[in-house]
Every structure is written in C-alpha cells, then in structure tokens.
Nanobody, 127 residues
Framework: HVQLVESGGGSAQAGGSLRLSCEAS????????IGWFRQPLGKEREGVAA?????????LDASSVKGRFTISQDNAKNTVYLQMSDLEPEDTAMYYC????????????????????WGHGTQVTVS
C-alpha cells in the first residue's frame, strides 16, 4: 500500500520557479514508476514527467515542459521532485503525483489510467 502526498504548490509569476515534492508513505520495494500529471481546470489530465525509482533514474517528460521541468528522486527520503522553471501561465493546473508498481514505459507512461496510486494534488497557479 502506497500513499502519496504532494507539496510545494502555490502561486508564481511567469518566468519563476517552483519545486513540487511527492513523498511516499511506507516503503517502496523494487521498481516503481512515479509520474507527475497535471489537470488544468475544466480540461483533461495530462502527463508531465515520470521517473523509474530504483531503476537508474531513467526519466520521461512531455514535450510541453522539456527543458523547463526536471524530475528527480531522493531514494533515501522516498521522495520524487518536480523542479519547475521558466513557468508559464499555461502551466497553471492541479498537479498530481501517481505511482505504479513497474518501471516507466515510454510507450504509455503518460496514460493516467494505468497508475494505481494517486496523491491528493497540489495547485500551481502562474500569472
């Protein structure tokens, strides 16, 4: 049983930065794919980035955030981060952390329905 808690959201000006954290409660053994998703108000949920924990730190990210957002992990803290830089108003959304008990797979990492564990979300507002 994995519990995920996001933090670090808030308001930022365009061009600013925020770092989101996803802390897993309880030990995670083996490889997990931890993904960040976002859902603008009234719109569909979309994948932002993902990382395979304990699997060499291989990462995936969406074209819309490439070069601006970086996903990373701190295994000792059971925490995955999303460093967001050069924020744009279009980044405004509820950001969710999700996990599934397998490595991230490039062909479908950004499909929300395959992730079995979800955090409560943290709001990011860029103006």
């Amino acid at each position: 049983h994995v519990q995920l808690v996001e933090s670090g959201g808030g308001s930022a000006q365009a061009g600013g930065s925020l770092r989101l954290s996803c802390e897993a409660s309880g030990a995670i053994f083996g490889n997990y794919c931890i993904g960040w998703f976002r859902q603008p108000l009234g719109k569909e949920r979309e994948g932002v980035a993902a990382i395979t924990t304990g699997g060499g730190g291989a990462t995936l990210d969406a074209s819309s955030v490439k070069g601006r957002f970086t996903i990373s992990q701190d295994n000792a803290k059971n925490t995955v981060y999303l460093q967001m830089s050069d924020l744009e108003p279009e980044d405004t959304a509820m950001y969710y952390c999700a996990a599934r008990g397998a490595i991230c797979v490039g062909a479908f990492w950004d499909i929300a329905g395959i992730f079995g564990y979800w955090g409560h979300g943290t709001q990011v507002t860029v103006s």
